[in-house]
């Protein structure tokens, strides 16, 4: 599991950095951003995404265990679990903002489309929590061994504890990595929108 998470996070932190670069690299066409984004727009209507989904919903904070370590990764991985609700919130608002549309394909031209600035923003925030996430996946060896160390009568809280973190951090590594993806495709739509 520790190497699947470490893995999954390599791959984040790559995943960024490729894409910041081929934002610089190489604009997009028109075509070629309609259809990445109905692309992006069929994963985010997929059954895993929409089962990760409901699964992140009912993940709930567990009480403290006692062991230092165990607890603070719980407590980070409820502020990572807020924060993906949060984004869960925000990212189709964003997509509709900017398109002019649903994810479902409903028009909406009465909202106001966002700035450059609050995407770039966006998705600066996405990056942050994707590095939560790989320094989260990184704790998870410390607590482990310290869910070994500890008194008999906390082990079993801690291993529960530990384990929704475990959770936590295989569920929102992934939906991070599609809502940067779906940002980023947004700030290039917007800039194509905008040299016209």
Same mark, same amino acid.
């Given at each position: 599991?520790l190497k699947k998470?470490?893995?999954?996070t390599?791959?984040?932190? &790559? %995943?960024?950095? $490729?894409?910041?670069?081929?934002?610089? !690299?190489?604009?997009?066409?028109?075509?070629?951003?309609?259809?990445? =984004?109905?692309?992006?727009?069929t994963?985010?209507?997929?059954?895993? +995404? %929409?089962d990760?989904k !409901?699964?992140?919903?009912?993940?709930?904070?567990?009480?403290?265990? &006692?062991?230092?370590s165990?607890?603070?990764?719980?407590?980070? $991985?409820?502020k990572?679990?807020?924060?993906?609700?949060?984004?869960? @919130?925000?990212? #189709?608002e964003?997509?509709? =903002?900017t398109? &002019?549309?649903?994810?479902?394909?409903? @028009?909406d +031209?009465? +909202?106001?489309?966002p700035? %450059?600035?609050?995407l770039?923003?966006? !998705? @600066? *925030?996405?990056? @942050?929590?994707?590095?939560?996430?790989?320094? /989260?996946?990184? !704790?998870?060896?410390n /607590?482990? $061994?310290?869910?070994?160390?500890? *008194? #008999?009568?906390?082990?079993?809280?801690?291993?529960?504890s530990?384990n929704?973190?475990?959770?936590?951090?295989?569920?929102?590594? #992934?939906?991070?990595?599609?809502?940067l993806?779906?940002?980023?495709?947004?700030?290039?739509?917007?800039?194509?929108?905008?040299? *016209?």
């Amino acid at each position: 599991m520790l190497k699947k998470l470490t893995l999954g996070t390599a791959i984040c932190l &790559g %995943l960024i950095f $490729s894409m910041q670069q081929n934002c610089v !690299a190489q604009e997009k066409t028109k075509d070629e951003l309609k259809a990445e =984004r109905d692309t992006l727009k069929t994963a985010m209507k997929s059954q895993v +995404v %929409l089962d990760r989904k !409901a699964k992140l919903e009912k993940l709930e904070a567990p009480k403290t265990s &006692g062991i230092k370590s165990v607890d603070d990764l719980a407590v980070n $991985s409820t502020k990572m679990l807020a924060a993906s609700k949060e984004n869960n @919130t925000l990212i #189709p608002e964003m997509y509709k =903002r900017t398109i &002019g549309e649903t994810i479902d394909g409903v @028009t909406d +031209v009465t +909202v106001k489309k966002p700035t %450059l600035a609050e995407l770039t923003s966006l !998705a @600066t *925030n996405l990056g @942050t929590q994707i590095k939560s996430v790989s320094d /989260a996946s990184t !704790a998870v060896t410390n /607590a482990s $061994s310290d869910i070994s160390k500890a *008194n #008999p009568l906390q082990a079993p809280k801690g291993t529960k504890s530990l384990n929704y973190s475990k959770n936590v951090i295989a569920l929102v590594g #992934p939906e991070l990595q599609l809502n940067l993806k779906i940002v980023n495709n947004l700030i290039a739509t917007l800039k194509s929108a905008n040299n *016209n």
